[in-house]
Structures are given as structure tokens and as C-alpha cells.
């Protein structure tokens, strides 16, 4: 697939504008990107976006990092997937890194949050418009709305994404060819957990290996990496406290862009710049290989008659997650007056008005949460 410079450009200022704008963790990225690449600039049909996106859930790392990879790759190939990939990164690794070097100076995360009071709730209504109309693209029949359900409820009682992603594919490539004579079979799963880290003294080399390690683990939502930072990097070698890997988890949120970012704070923690760097670079590096295989999975899917109904159970499963993200965020915003109201107001805005931009609706709320937060 040839790229003309063009294509790449548009790649990479789009993603680079993402990587900007983007609070509100995968579910908010991946509406982003549907409502850019789909609606507004149509570099690709819905049913395609929605076959990557069951697909990034087959594999691990950031789905939404992912999705940036192939989203450039359709646009303008190989080229395009690494400067998608880069130019999302690259603005969330800088905030990361300049909000460590802070850290660092002062010992105290700068009170930035009520900047951030309005967001949240501003990109619920970004998520539940995106899952709608993922939705009436991949409930293609009653089978597959039960699969739908069946995982969002699933996903509410906290059963690993992961699990429920692959269990879903494999359910419906029975369920939906189970009168046909054929059958293959497709299955990805993490090993490396048992893995023990090679280096114990702190290190740019033990940093990127221990950070490789957890991305080559890493399934569903990027708030898994939480858990993992904390089993390998407080417990098993006793690189971080437990205050420490509480003030990186607040950067995380603070920034836009991926969460895993969360990795170039604790790695300036742990070696300064240089440890940021190692520590980016063995989180974000396995998606590109990943997702340069996945190019050549996804065709292959469609062409088998069974693999192509596990793609679409999967599909299926990633909006029953979505709509089980979207139930979880709402419920926590509905308690407080002040972020109901601009939830309520992002779900109106979003489904009245679609051609307004996500970028405005994040500012708006952003500006319309710091005034509530000053008044109330």
C-alpha cells in the first residue's frame, strides 16, 4: 500500500490533534477516532472501523493507541501506522514527562483538577454517541444483541475484558455456524505473566524490559496497567511506593492520550528522562508489530465463513464493554449535580448536534466545570 505524502500528513496532524485532546480513557479515544475517520473524513466504512476494533481486543496493549496504528494504515500504509501511532503518543509522553520533571522538583502533583472537573462528564456523551452507532453495526441480529448484553453485564460484575472479549468470539463462532460443518479455531492468550523480570537493580535496560514485559500482558482497558505496575514494580521489586504509583495513576488521569502514559511517569520516578524514555518505548513498541500483523488477520477473518462469525461476536462483545464503560462512568457522575448536568448536557449536544466537533465539546466542558466548580 503506497502513501503520498498527503496521506501522511493528514495522518499525522489529525492524530497528533487527538493526542492533544483525548481525556477520557479508550472508550473516549476509540468515539473520537469513529466520529473523525468514519463520519467526518470517511477514510473507511463503519463495518471496517468496527472489525479493527474487535480486533485490537484479540491482542495486548492500549486498544486505542492501536486503533490510531490502524486508522493510518488505511489512510496512508505502513508509513501511516507508525506516524499514527507516534503522533498520538508523542503529546501525552511530553505532558506526562514535563508534569514528572515537577513532580520530581516540588514532590506534589500541581492542582490542575479543577481543569479536568468538566471533562469527564463532557465525554460521556462522545462514548454513548459512538457506541450507538457502533451498535447498530454490530448487533446484526438477536444473537448477537444477547452476546452484547450478555458481556456489558459481565463487564459491569468486573469478569476480565479480555476474557470476555475472546469468550464472546468463541461463543458466537459456534452459536452463529452451529449448523454448519466447518470449523476453525483462533485464540491468543498471556504467557508472560510467569515470567520473572530479568533485571533487579534499576536501570534504563531492566526499566524497558519490565515495562515490555507488562505490555506483552497488557489486555483490555489501560486502567489493568494499574494492578500491574503495582504486582511487578511495588511488590515483586520494590522500585516504588505505594504513594508514588498513587501520584503517577493522578497524572495519568490529568493527561490526554493513552493512559499508559502513566509508564513515563513512574519511569522519570525511577531514572529521569532517560528512564521516561525506556519506559515509553517498552510500553507503546509491541502495538506496532502487533497491529502490523493484525493488518494482515483482519482479511483473513472475513474471508472464513467461521472466523468471520468470531469477528463478529467479538465486535459485538467490544460494544456490550462500551455500553458496560459508559454505564460505569455515568453512575459515578450522577451523584454530584454539577457533572450530571454536563453529562446530561454532552449526551443532548452530541446526539442533537453531530457535526460539532469532539474537541469542542471537551473544551466546553473542561471551561464549563472549572465555572461550576468556582461558583458551587
Same mark, same amino acid.
Given at each position: ?39 467526518? #473524513? ?159 537493580? /534499576? ?69 529521569? /528522562? ?27 477473518? #472475513? ?74
Amino acid at each position: 500500500m503506497s502513501a503520498s505524502s498527503k496521506h501522511i500528513k493528514e495522518v499525522f496532524f489529525l492524530f497528533l490533534k487527538l493526542g492533544c485532546i483525548a481525556f477520557g480513557g479508550p472508550a473516549a479515544h476509540i468515539s473520537m477516532m469513529e466520529d473523525e475517520v468514519v463520519t467526518r #473524513r470517511k477514510w473507511m466504512t463503519r463495518q471496517h472501523f468496527l472489525d479493527m476494533v474487535g480486533a485490537t481486543n484479540l491482542v495486548p496493549g492500549p486498544n486505542s493507541t492501536q486503533m490510531t496504528m490502524h486508522c493510518g494504515h488505511v489512510r496512508a500504509g505502513w508509513i501511516g501506522l507508525w506516524v499514527g501511532g507516534i503522533s498520538f503518543i508523542a503529546p501525552a509522553v511530553l505532558f506526562t514527562l514535563i508534569l514528572a520533571i515537577i513532580y520530581g522538583e516540588y514532590g506534589e502533583v500541581p492542582a490542575v483538577a479543577p481543569f479536568f472537573f468538566g471533562i469527564k462528564p463532557a465525554v460521556i456523551g462522545i462514548i454513548l454517541n459512538a457506541t450507538y452507532k457502533l451498535g447498530k453495526k454490530a448487533f446484526k441480529g438477536w444473537q448477537l444483541i444477547v452476546v452484547g448484553i450478555l458481556v456489558a453485564l459481565l463487564s459491569l460484575y468486573g469478569v476480565d475484558e479480555f476474557i470476555l472479549i475472546l469468550g464472546s468470539g468463541i461463543l458466537g463462532m459456534f452459536w452463529l455456524n452451529f449448523n454448519n460443518k466447518s470449523g476453525e479455531k483462533a485464540m491468543f492468550g498471556p504467557l508472560l505473566l510467569l515470567v520473572k523480570p530479568v533485571g533487579i537493580a /534499576i536501570s534504563n535496560q531492566s526499566i524497558f524490559l519490565a515495562f515490555l514485559k507488562i505490555a506483552l500482558v497488557l489486555f483490555g482497558s489501560g486502567y489493568v496497567l494499574i494492578a500491574y505496575i503495582d504486582a511487578e514494580l511495588v511488590d515483586k521489586l520494590g522500585w516504588l511506593t505505594k504513594e508514588q504509583l498513587l501520584d503517577a495513576i493522578a497524572i495519568g488521569q490529568f493527561t490526554p492520550g493513552p493512559v499508559l502514559t502513566t509508564a513515563t511517569f513512574v519511569g522519570y520516578q525511577l531514572n529521569g /528522562i532517560s528512564g521516561a524514555l525506556w519506559a515509553s518505548l517498552g510500553m507503546f513498541l509491541p502495538s506496532f508489530f502487533l497491529v502490523g500483523l493484525l493488518v494482515k488477520l483482519i482479511p483473513l477473518l #472475513r474471508k472464513s465463513i467461521w472466523l468471520s462469525k468470531f469477528l463478529d461476536a467479538v465486535n459485538a462483545g467490544a460494544v456490550g464493554i462500551m455500553i458496560a464503560v459508559s454505564l460505569q462512568l455515568g453512575y459515578e457522575l450522577v451523584f454530584d449535580w454539577r457533572a450530571a448536568v454536563l453529562m446530561a448536557l454532552s449526551i443532548f449536544v452530541t446526539f442533537r448536534f453531530t457535526k460539532i466537533s469532539a474537541l469542542w465539546i471537551i473544551l466546553s466542558g473542561g471551561l464549563l466545570g472549572y465555572v461550576l466548580l468556582m461558583v458551587g
